[in-house]
């Protein structure tokens, strides 16, 4: 069963601060770097049509994976996300708000119900999506420009490393947005509905049983099998230090993003600026010394 899986990995306790110190981080990304930056996309690309092979690629992968339901007419998936963005921190909010009544001060894993697993997931696989639409968004500008060059400048790449990311992680991310950006109503109504009943290898026949009817577990149900968005839940790191290195990289891809797409649009109308390439450089070396350390403790888990 997925959610025994799930609960294995985790630490034998975890405090409920350490839950709302995530969603904290995730709100402030979401809210001072992810919205405004994928709105300044939504716009740019709806002027300056897509080029690349990539960002078409990506196009189609989108709505293989996103839930068409939740879909509605738009000119490409970047507005798609653009547009459901304020979902998503309405329902991370919604999680913070909920914490101190569904949970204790400390939360005992073996003592865990499906609800806090859910809940528990869900804060992980949110932190997951917040940091990865910065990643996402950094690697369709890269793409872009080098559509829109003549000699590829090596200054205005990405890492391998953030490369590789965003290309293996988009259709699992594809499927965590659909979810988590859903009708913030929906999302709770989710939520209200998940069962109460302890998890634990004790209770595997019981939960098999309450699970008879269906053939997933509640975790796969809603998209959150198979994945970890956040080590914190995981290792014993320090946590306060690792939350900062996250938010101190949000900031600065928040200045590359603004580079990268004043940069764009210049090209748009053949000019170029190397004062503008160099602070892109400069922010790119900050941010992969940053996420150098975030990325070594996901390989260690094998995130």
Do not use: C
């Not at 996103?66 to 329902?91: G, M, T």
């Not at 073996?110 to 999506?129: C, D, E, F, K, P």
């Not at 659909?178 to 009943?197: G, I």
């Amino acid at each position: 069963m997925q959610i025994l899986n799930f609960i294995k990995k985790l630490l034998p306790r975890i405090e409920r601060s350490t839950i709302s110190e995530d969603l904290r981080t995730t709100e402030k990304e979401l809210s001072k770097v992810a919205i405004p930056s994928w709105a300044s996309a939504s716009e740019h690309f709806r002027i300056a049509k897509p080029k690349s092979n990539e960002l078409q690629r990506f196009q189609l992968l989108f709505y293989q994976h996103f839930d068409l339901r939740r879909a509605v007419k738009s000119f490409s998936f970047v507005e798609d996300i653009a547009r459901r963005l304020n979902n998503l921190l309405v329902n991370v909010t919604f999680l913070q708000s909920i914490l101190e009544d569904e949970m204790e001060k400390d939360l005992i894993t073996q003592g865990m119900t499906m609800r806090h697993a859910y809940i528990l997931r869900s804060a992980s696989n949110m932190s997951m999506v917040s940091r990865y639409l910065l990643s996402l968004l950094n690697y369709l500008y890269m793409v872009e420009a080098r559509e829109r060059e003549e000699v590829p400048n090596e200054n205005l790449s990405i890492a391998k490393a953030e490369i590789a990311y965003v290309e293996k992680h988009f259709a699992t991310f594809a499927q965590l947005f659909s979810q988590y950006a859903q009708d913030p109503e929906t999302f709770r109504v989710t939520l209200e509905n998940m069962p109460t009943a302890l998890v634990s290898e004790k209770t595997r026949g019981v939960l098999q049983a309450m699970l008879a009817a269906s053939s997933k577990d509640p975790l796969e149900e809603v998209g959150m099998a198979g994945f970890v968005g956040n080590p914190i839940y995981s290792v014993r790191l320090m946590i306060a230090q690792w939350q900062n290195e996250r938010y101190e990289s949000a900031k600065s891809k928040l200045k590359q993003l603004e580079l990268r797409l004043a940069y764009l649009e210049m090209q748009e109308k053949g000019k170029n600026d190397p004062i503008v390439e160099r602070e892109i450089a400069i922010l790119q070396d900050r941010i992969e010394k940053l996420d150098y350390k975030i990325r070594e403790t996901d390989h260690e888990l094998g995130i």
